[in-house]
């Protein structure tokens, strides 16, 4: 791996019930995250191409760890979703070079598929700046149900020369979805829309 690695982080968020009424089965959304060494903090660098490779490496590094905190295997996952916080010293296309060209093919190769667009975001702050990972469902786009978010926080990262650049997966929806549109059972896998 080429990315220096400080820490990693991963975390389980598990709804049981909504509003007084069981889930069930219970929602689940694992979230990993690493914490890097930011190789161009500081100075303008024209060529993004280390930081596009170490978004590759960390793409199915932290899909695994995701499945792996879900207990299923990867082809069970229903959503998806990726994000990153550049600290004080680095640019937001830090950020874009990790998450855009070259992460998603491990993570749909950890999951066995994935035909949509992976939702993402990326901001710029400190240490404890919370990071929202917007998620999607993994084979198409328009499953309302599966239009969500989990945020992740980690107390000390990122420095200012550091990255946190995190994967979240899921294995549903969102806790008693009821807004209609396109069913999880209705999906074609034609075209990652629908």
Known sequence: M????????????????????????????????????????????????????IGEELGGLLAARCVAALGIPGDRAEGYGKAACVGEDGELEHAAALLHP???????????????????????????????????????????????????????????REIVVAVAVTDGGRPLPRVGGLTKHEIKGEDGLR
């Open 102 to 160: 070259k992460m998603g093919t491990p993570v749909r190769k950890v999951l066995g598929k994935g035909a949509a667009l992976i939702p993402s975001s990326k901001k710029r702050g400190g240490p404890g700046t919370v990071l929202d990972v917007p998620l999607g469902h993994k084979d198409a786009a328009y499953v309302r149900s599966h239009f969500d978010g989990v945020e992740i926080r980690i107390a000390d990262a990122p420095r200012a």
């Open 2 to 53: 080429s990315a220096k690695i400080r820490k990693l982080v991963v975390q389980l968020d598990e709804t049981l019930t909504e509003m007084g009424r069981t889930v069930s089965p219970p929602v689940r959304r694992a979230v990993a995250a690493a914490v890097i060494e930011n190789p161009f903090a500081g100075v303008y660098q024209e060529d993004l191409s280390e930081l596009i490779a």
